[in-house]
């Protein structure tokens, strides 16, 4: 079973609670069936990398203590010196715990976690991580870079537990999900023992009641002063997840510690970014070198963008026209490059911009522009089409489907550009030809 983006285990979870059987959540840049591009871009669009904002471990663990939740003593360095100095101020002999900062789990196992017990061993592991490429089961193919580790306070472990937050798009709530089983790879419990998955349902108006913490605490095992803390600890993920509109909150361990306090180890949260306009503290947490470089570009100019591995770049207006024109590209033996929704206001610039973020990919061997002209007229879509052509000088081959008001002065224009633009009347000739050329 693949993860299908960082934190993407949710939807795993949520499907093993709904009795689908063996979810499988095919990787984002994987070659997928007709029709599955629907549910990768769908999926990406609610909840991955287009509409979502990750968060450091660092970074979610400073919002869950402003919360209220506890966290152990932690800092992030970004030279060995400064892990040497924050190691010391967090105690003054070991153990402690240095941790690669990318967006991506899977990070012990890939080298990303170290328990050291001397300040030697700090500077040691602080310096190999730094710069270093991490690559996990969660990365993909395109491993990340490590600018920072955080020096963390080596605690004492008890128990193991799991907790998240996310919203259920089909109960149209948010849910809270707890498990005795935590520390290990939740999507593993999630199919061989879902009993083992608790679900919280939260009334939008009452908020979470303590009673329901308190419920959940007891199916968890754990003992009265845990579930006196695990009321505050549910409290203040809820109240992260609405003040700060978050997509996900998770924390993969929560830990008793020998003393029995309870404590988020490890931690993910991930903001919507349609929201952000609203949190200009929280949008200020973005870290784009952990983010692939064409879909933060698109961020920037406002586009939804999501990269995949084949050779013919969509240029579409609309979501649900993309998909399609992937799946119809797909059905005729192409491979998409993109996935590229360039939204009702297609001007020139707005165009020329998406033609150069197509570009961007030297896989690409065609393009494929399919318009639909509601708002805007095709023949005003074709001329900016024809400008950004010309602006960015481009030599590949580009298949053009219009639709709409003024559609045939839009491909007459098309036509006696003198540009190589080929107009098609309908999306399979379209992609008939955007596969030919790309073929070629």
Known sequence: MERFCWGGFTIIILAALRRDGAARIPARRERVKIGAFRDIIATSLEKGDVNRMNLHEYQAKELLHQFGVAIPAGIKATSQQEAIEAAKEIRPSGPWVVKAQVHAGGRGKAGGVKFVRSIQDVEAQAGRLLGSILHTHQTGPDAVKVHCPLIQDGVDIAKEYYLSCLVDRS????????????????????????????????????????????????????????????????????????????????????????????????????????????????????????????????????????????????????????????????????????????????????VARAFKLILSSSKVKAILVNIFGGIVRCDTIAEGIIAAVKEVGLTLPVVVRLQGTNVEAGREMLAKSGMNIMAADDLTSAAKLAVAAAAQ
């Not at 083992?196 to 007891?218: E, H, S």
């Not at 920037?300 to 998909?323: P, Q, R, S, T, W």
């Open 171 to 350: 109960k149209k709530r948010i849910i809270l999900i707890g498990s005795s089983e935590g520390g290990m790879d939740i999507e593993e419990v999630a199919a061989k023992t879902p009993e083992k998955i608790l679900t919280l349902t939260v009334d939008p108006i009452a908020g979470v009641q303590p009673y329901q913490a308190r419920d959940m605490g007891f199916k968890m095992g754990m003992d009265k002063k845990q579930i006196d803390q695990l009321v505050k600890v549910l409290g203040g993920i809820y109240n992260l997840f609405v003040q700060k509109d978050c997509s996900m909150v998770e924390i993969n361990p929560l830990i008793v510690t020998t003393e029995g306090q309870l404590m988020a180890l490890d931690a993910k949260v991930s903001l919507d970014d349609n929201a952000l306009y609203r949190h200009k503290d929280t949008a200020e947490l973005r870290d784009p070198t952990q983010e692939d470089e064409r879909e933060h570009i698109a961020h920037e100019i406002g586009l939804n963008y999501v990269a995949l591995d084949g050779n013919i770049g969509c240029m579409v207006n609309g979501a649900g026209l993309a998909m399609a024109t992937m799946d119809v590209i797909k059905l005729h033996g192409g491979e998409p490059a993109n996935f590229l929704d360039v939204g009702g206001g297609a001007t020139a610039e707005r």
